[in-house]
């Protein structure tokens, strides 16, 4: 009996000592990159499914993501970066809502030795040195693609009286989606932009500005929208005032929201040119090179297609997921 007792105390100890063991392994955390991320609002759907894929993706790499909303006002994101820096973080993440304004306080992150990763928009800035790297879309490409496809729609038509809403001011994708639309155009004097107003991204804005526009003038052959956000605002007014979009409007929009392709199903959208905010997984990618002390490429495109009325398979795009 002694014996038994003896070799139960044994295998008593034993267990206590691996439990400990294992205990004090969950309590020292891995060290993991600690990532700040100022992302600049939430405006539009496409913001707030990219926001998510970022989240997601930096989960899924075990990256630590401090991840500050600025709600749309560059001093906002500036506090955010002078806190991640004051953080040391291993990496900042930067979706700069205009192109002006860095230079001071990315100074002050180079100063600190801290790598910046852009995503989505670009800043300009003479110093480029300032910034790591870049990731996101070819703005100027998707105006391009926005002209291209009117060029295609309008065959045989003598005059198209053409209404822009536009996104945020300063921004790139505002800026470039503005040349590369008029550089499809190619100065064709069919094309007539009659207004271009600027809507901030924002399905409030885009409603507003169509209402307006419709206030002053029917004689609208097209709308080019910025972002799907403002064009469902901007379909809204249209169909307010008895108008079919899709029909009495050709409308182009930018983005590719679950909500925009249903609307192109229904043949109330001609055209949506790709935006994709799906690129969480790239970013962490290069969030790791840039922890390790690697270099990374200055640009990084995302790829992105168009969608257009013509398609065969559009019943069949799988869910957005934004
Ligand atoms: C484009 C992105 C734009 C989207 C809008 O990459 O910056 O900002 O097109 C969003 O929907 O508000």
Redesign the pocket.
């Known amino acids: 009996m002694k014996q038994l007792l003896k070799h139960i105390a044994i295998i008593a100890c034993l267990l206590s000592i691996l439990m400990l063991s294992s205990c004090a392994e969950k309590d020292t955390p891995t060290p993991g990159i600690i990532a700040g991320f100022s992302q600049?609002?939430a405006?539009?759907?496409?913001?707030v499914g990219?926001t998510k894929d970022v989240e997601a993706a930096a989960q899924n790499a075990g990256i630590q993501l401090m991840m500050r909303n600025a709600e749309q006002m560059q001093e906002n994101q500036i506090k955010a970066i002078r806190s991640f820096i004051a953080y040391q973080v291993d990496v900042i993440i930067l979706?700069p809502i205009v192109e002006q304004g860095w230079e001071t306080v990315l100074t002050e992150a180079k100063d600190a030795g801290i790598p910046v990763l852009l995503i989505?928009?670009d800043i300009d800035a003479k110093d480029t040195s300032l910034y790591a790297g870049a990731i996101?879309?070819d703005?100027l490409a998707?105006g391009r693609r926005a002209g291209e496809f009117l060029m295609k729609k309008t065959e045989g038509m003598k005059s198209v009286r053409i209404v822009e809403i536009t996104?945020?001011e300063n921004?790139?994708?505002t800026r470039e989606?503005t040349l590369g639309f008029r550089d499809a155009l190619g100065g064709d004097p069919r094309f007539d932009i009659t207004i271009s107003v600027s809507g901030d991204?924002?399905r409030s804005k885009g409603r507003e500005c169509m209402e307006n526009i419709l206030r002053e003038t029917r004689d609208i052959d097209m709308l080019y929208s910025?972002?799907?956000?403002?064009t469902l605002g901007a379909i809204e007014a249209i169909e307010a005032v008895g108008l079919a979009p899709g029909k009495d409007i050709i409308i182009i929009t930018?983005?590719g929201?679950q909500g925009a392709i249903d609307l192109l199903k229904l043949g109330k959208i001609n055209c949506i040119v790709e935006?994709?905010?799906m690129i969480g997984g790239q970013i962490m990618e290069l969030v790791k090179k840039l922890a390790a002390g690697e270099a990374i490429p200055k640009k990084t495109y995302s790829t992105e297609r168009v969608f257009t009325e013509w398609d065969e398979d559009l019943m069949s795009i799988p869910p957005r997921g934004y």
Request: charged share 25%; proline share 6%; net charge negative.
């Open positions: 600049l609002g405006e539009s759907g496409w913001r990219n979706a989505d928009r996101g879309s703005f998707e996104g945020t921004s790139t994708p989606r991204f924002l910025h972002n799907d956000a403002m930018v983005d929201e935006c994709n905010p």
